[in-house]
């Protein structure tokens, strides 16, 4: 028998001691509404005190940066699976985009408005590469509490948004590698440009349905 | 007496404090206690290293509280607990615990979580339901942050509606005042 099986005793507060009564949950998960969240907010130092915690829980048990950047966006793609259905439920759109720019659109604005409270600042085709994409924040809201040492320059814990957008792009079926990387300009020291490099199999759909 | 507490907690998150989405938190958060259980294969292991991040953390974050906040010297434990949790919490999370069930002799109490948005999107599977306290990083956080203003305090939850229990409740015992002595480091 499941413990936490509704059982439902007496309408309000139970007399018995909430330490030792039988396990019972008041409401089901599946109860709750899915929108409780959706404005609700935390402070922001939580989040960073959280996320740099991550950040060092996580360095010592890799070795190299490539290691790290996997590890941070393995971390983040099961988060972006979840802001997908969440996302996608919140915009009554239940039917699932298969086209790659509108995924990526979906991702630059409304995935973005969503977890950042604003869009990316941009949405770029690859010259060189006709499988790349890149999405450009100028100010990434995870690295502004994380100081990168001189010699792990290459490293951007980005890695972790990273991970969220391949998360969200794989729930597409739209398999892609998504990496993190610090390409300043004047004054926003820490732009970070997410470079999508699709899988071969989604750029034949691509082609295939043009 | 606890009003005051709640306005100002009130307007320091107003105006003192960046908010962010806080499904974003929670995800992370999520992310993290995953990690945990697969790096640990041991729900008691993961309950440790939780209290142990949030150590780290509240030895770090009680600053950014009393740089925000503002507030002095409590001139008791029960005073502390009231701004923990009306500015403590209200700040970092956005919820403000109900302080209750004092003993006697007023060194130790219960913080009970009528909401906890660490458990949002949360569900257990059977086995950790009987082992895992999800939320136990915030005992951590508590411990750190009150050892850094010379107060030694045991922490640790009692209850959590995530177990199927009525409600969450987090113990806290004062132990005593530390003299002012260098940290002794965690790691």
């Not at chain 1, 239940?94 to 991702?107: A, C, K, M, S």
């Not at chain 2, 906890?116 to 569900?123: I, T, W, Y």
Request: proline letters at 4%; hydrophobic letters at 40%.
């Amino acid at each position: 028998m499941l413990p936490h099986m509704p059982v439902r005793i007496g309408t309000g507060t139970t007399q018995a001691d909430p330490r030792t009564a039988p396990s019972r949950r008041r409401t089901s998960i599946l109860d709750r509404s899915l929108n409780k969240t959706r404005n609700s907010e935390v402070g922001l130092g939580a989040f960073g005190f959280l996320f740099s915690e991550i950040i060092q829980y996580t360095q010592g048990r890799v070795e190299g940066i490539q290691d790290f950047e996997q590890k941070l966006s393995d971390l983040g793609f099961g988060v972006g699976v979840r802001m997908l259905e969440l996302t996608m439920f919140r915009e009554k759109s239940l039917r699932r985009e298969t086209r790659v720019l509108n995924i990526l659109y979906f991702i630059h604005n409304v995935v973005w408005k969503a977890l950042f409270g604003k869009q990316a600042d941009a949405l770029e085709k690859s010259t060189d590469n006709d499988d790349e994409y890149m999405l450009c924040d100028n100010e990434p809201l995870v690295n502004q509490f994380i100081s990168v040492p001189k010699e792990m320059a290459q490293f951007n814990c980005n890695a972790y948004i990273a991970g969220v957008i391949e998360g969200i792009l794989h729930g597409c079926q739209c398999v892609a590698r998504v990496t993190a990387h610090t390409i300043p300009i004047d004054h926003k020291p820490l732009r970070t440009v997410f470079l999508i490099k699709l899988g071969p199999e989604v750029v034949q759909k691509e082609e295939a349905t043009k | 007496m606890a009003k005051q507490y709640k306005t100002l907690g009130d307007e320091i998150w107003k105006n003192r404090v960046e908010p962010m989405n806080a499904e974003l938190f929670i995800f992370t958060y999520g992310s993290l206690v995953v990690q945990l259980v697969k790096d640990y294969e041991d729900y008691d292991q993961v309950n440790q290293q939780l209290d142990k991040m949030g150590y780290n953390i509240g030895v770090r974050l009680i600053e950014d509280f009393l740089a925000r906040s503002g507030w002095g010297r409590c001139t008791d434990f029960r005073e502390t607990m009231e701004v923990i949790s009306k500015i403590g919490f209200k700040m970092f999370l956005n919820i403000t615990p109900t302080v209750t069930s004092w003993a006697s002799d007023n060194k130790s109490c219960s913080l009970v979580l009528d909401e906890n948005p660490l458990n949002d999107f949360v569900e257990l599977p059977l086995d950790a339901q009987q082992q895992l306290w999800y939320s136990n990083i915030l005992c951590g956080v508590l411990r750190g942050a009150l050892e850094m203003v010379q107060m030694q305090v045991e922490v640790k939850f009692v209850s959590c509606v995530l177990r199927g229990d009525d409600i969450s409740e987090i113990r806290v015992q004062f132990v005593r005042h530390l003299q002012e002595e260098v940290p002794i480091n965690d790691e």
